[in-house]
């Protein structure tokens, strides 16, 4: 998600702080700098003016060592001193030199005038400058540290607002959990909203995944409760039963009915547990289990399964160019058996025709019965988990057609039922053909 | 007999005939309060848990309509809980499925033979802020009338009747309920529970005081 226009990237915002608390810096120095180096010029000019008016006006002055203009002349055979004034200077080649004399250095230049036989003239004027004197150096030290602590002091400040959106974006964040729960978007330097924007989305992800895991949660609670209150009820009957049977001497044909009820309310505790089980491993289905399913072959099969050995219920298999899908074989095969089931069971149905067509990129598998059908408000309702039909025979776990909604799903697939063209119920399962379409994580509700 | 189950519906029917009942059954809420309504019944046992209109439904409007019916229901719940759906509502007593047949008779026989001679006190008993007017069966807490179901009432006067004597579970049972025989239930504590919560709304201290390990005992102080 870029925006256009970005911000400046927080490096950026830095490095312009620093740029500027270091130009003011240098500004400040460039500014004393300079000020002094005109008024040190003027200073030693005027020195200079002393030394010549010194020299030239008041030759009587010269022993006063501030002022002083040393000239000391010698013979250029002899080295014998021929004049004088101030101290005295070392005998030197003709040329420029640095001396000592009395403690002070003297920058002496030293000539050869052609006068009395040769004479070697040495002049020489203080040396120590007014700007590089020794004593001023603990000055410059103390300017020196002054410049970094204000530098220091202008970073830290320039430095603020360059960081101001990391600690906006901070202080956000130690909000989080106090009840704010969303982050308010940082503009200002481009790492800050990166982040941000970063953190918004885990927020946003954490929120859903908790969502998620509390919505789960929930159900698997509601789901545990359902189960438990639908297996007491069986259990409930059983129990009456086995008083009934205790506490009383029953007829022969009297005890056979309570001994049948008694095994059909222990076949449906049976098969609530059954269906539970094959209900949380169509939750725990992975992709890697998926087969190819010859679908002819696996409706062949079903019909097969279901067939009395009374011969009255009659199934037909149409399924010629219904190819092979991909998808989990126990699972779908459950689904299309609790179908038909459904249909002999709850319909009471004696001809059943399953049916397998390709319709575009899914597998449409419909089972026809001729059985009493089922209202058409309860089409919808008798998917869900533990819902029976009004028309639903004793006995029934409750999951059979949950089950089957589960696998359509987990087949990327659905199931519908309506009222059927043979006068009992049409179910109609649909199948995804694509592969991708398979999610085991897909929701069987 | 009213339960949405029909394996439970004909199962505990069978047995309650078996046992010397003339038992009628309903699927429903709705089919129940009709049969009520239009023929004379001494005893309802019923499902809590139905779709549409569930047992706490039908105690409420049996009871709104003045129905004093012994009621016992059924409740899912295993949770160990005073808040059983039901009873709040009016029911008189309540067994937890599955249940013993057994013990659904012996309650029902006792229920019925309470139903047919309700305790008939003298004239007003006065405990702390408590006033029971035994004769119009109303209670007055500081004044204020208090509304109870027949049973919280039963249960009110018994201990009223007795002040000051602490009576076990097992006694108020048989006081109240007619249960002489041994009994596995708490209906009893539950009910003192809902007594309780009537009796002592708005700082009003408690009346019914707990004499552990014995049973309740009604009294001002603790």
């Not at chain 1, 006063?64 to 001193?81: A, E, F, I, M, P």
């Not at chain 1, 899908?325 to 779908?332: D, E, F, I, R, S």
């Not at chain 1, 001809?351 to 309860?378: M, Q």
């Amino acid at each position: 998600m870029r925006r256009p226009g970005r911000s400046a990237s927080l490096r950026t915002r830095v490095a312009i702080a620093a740029t500027l608390a270091a130009a003011i810096v240098v500004a400040m120095l460039a500014v004393l700098t300079s000020f002094v180096l005109a008024n040190n010029d003027a200073a030693q000019l005027d020195r200079r003016l002393d030394s010549i008016v010194d020299a030239s006006m008041y030759p009587e002055q010269l022993q006063d060592v501030k002022h002083g203009v040393l000239t000391t002349g010698r013979s250029r055979s002899t080295g014998q001193v021929v004049f004088q004034r101030g101290f005295q200077l070392p005998q030197l080649p003709p040329g420029s030199a640095t001396v000592e004399v009395n403690g002070v250095d003297y920058r002496v230049r030293t000539v050869s005038v052609d006068q009395a036989g040769g004479i070697l003239v040495s002049i020489g004027i203080r040396e120590d400058s007014i700007l590089l004197s020794r004593a001023r150096i603990p000055l410059y030290v103390l300017i020196g540290s002054l410049s970094l602590l204000v530098a220091a002091g202008l970073g830290w400040i320039l430095a603020g607002p360059a960081v101001r959106p990391l600690r906006r974006l901070t202080e956000q964040t130690r909000r989080l959990g106090k009840g704010d729960e969303r982050m308010e978007p940082v503009h200002g330097a481009r790492e800050a909203e990166d982040l941000s924007e970063a953190m918004d989305q885990m927020l946003r992800r954490l929120a859903d995944a908790q969502a998620a895991t509390t919505n789960s949660l929930q159900a698997a609670q509601d789901f545990a409760a359902n189960a438990a209150h639908e297996l007491r009820t069986p259990l409930t009957a059983m129990r009456a039963d086995l008083d009934t049977l205790r506490i009383h001497d029953l007829p022969a044909d009297e005890r056979a009915e309570v001994v049948a009820d008694l095994s059909r309310a222990q076949r449906r505790v049976e098969a609530i547990i059954t269906a539970l089980g094959q209900l949380a491993s169509g939750q725990l289905a992975r992709a890697e289990d998926r087969e190819a399913i010859d679908v002819a072959e696996m409706l062949d099969r079903v019909a097969q399964e279901n067939l009395r050995p009374s011969g009255d219920v009659e199934i037909t298999v149409t399924a010629d160019d219904a190819g092979m899908v991909w998808g989990w074989p126990a699972g779908l095969r459950l689904a299309v058996d609790n179908l038909v089931r459904n249909a002999i069971t709850h319909g009471g149905a004696t001809r059943i025709v399953l049916t397998a067509r390709r319709e575009g990129s899914h597998l449409v598998v419909t089972v026809d019965d001729n059985g009493r059908g089922l209202p058409a408000e309860e089409h919808e309702a008798v998917l869900g988990r533990f819902a029976r039909g009004s028309t639903a025979a004793l006995g029934g776990s409750g999951l059979g057609l949950a089950l089957v909604a589960q696998q359509a799903a987990l087949h990327g697939g659905r199931i519908e039922l309506s009222d059927g063209p043979l006068g009992g119920l049409r179910a109609t399962l649909t199948v995804s053909t694509s592969v991708e379409a398979l999610s085991p994580e897909a929701s069987p509700d | 007999m009213v339960d949405d189950d029909p394996d439970v519906r004909t199962s505990v029917a069978r047995g309650l005939r078996h046992s010397g009942f003339d038992v009628r059954v309903a699927a429903t809420g709705k089919e129940a309060l009709r049969l009520l309504s239009t023929e004379n019944h001494d005893a309802l046992v019923l499902d809590v848990q139905m779709p549409e209109l569930d047992g706490v439904a039908v105690v409420t409007a049996l009871r709104a309509l003045g129905n004093d019916i012994p009621i016992c229901v059924l409740s899912a719940r295993d949770t160990v809980n005073d808040r059983i759906a039901g009873l709040e509502a009016g029911a008189d007593d309540y067994l937890t499925k599955p249940f013993d047949l057994g013990e659904l008779v012996a309650r029902l026989h006792a229920l019925l033979r309470r139903a047919s001679h309700s305790a008939e006190g003298s004239d007003a008993i006065t405990i702390g802020p408590l006033m029971i007017d035994t004769a119009r069966r109303l209670v007055f807490v500081q004044g204020d009338r208090i509304e109870l179901t027949k049973r919280e009432f039963d249960l009110l006067a018994v201990l009223a009747e007795n002040a000051g004597v602490v009576l076990s579970r097992q006694r108020l049972l048989e006081l109240v309920w007619g249960y002489d025989f041994d009994v596995d239930t708490n209906v009893a504590d539950v009910f003192i529970s809902y007594l309780r919560r009537k009796l002592e709304r708005e700082g009003v201290p408690r009346v019914i005081q707990t004499v552990r390990g014995i049973g309740y005992v009604l009294r001002a102080e603790p």
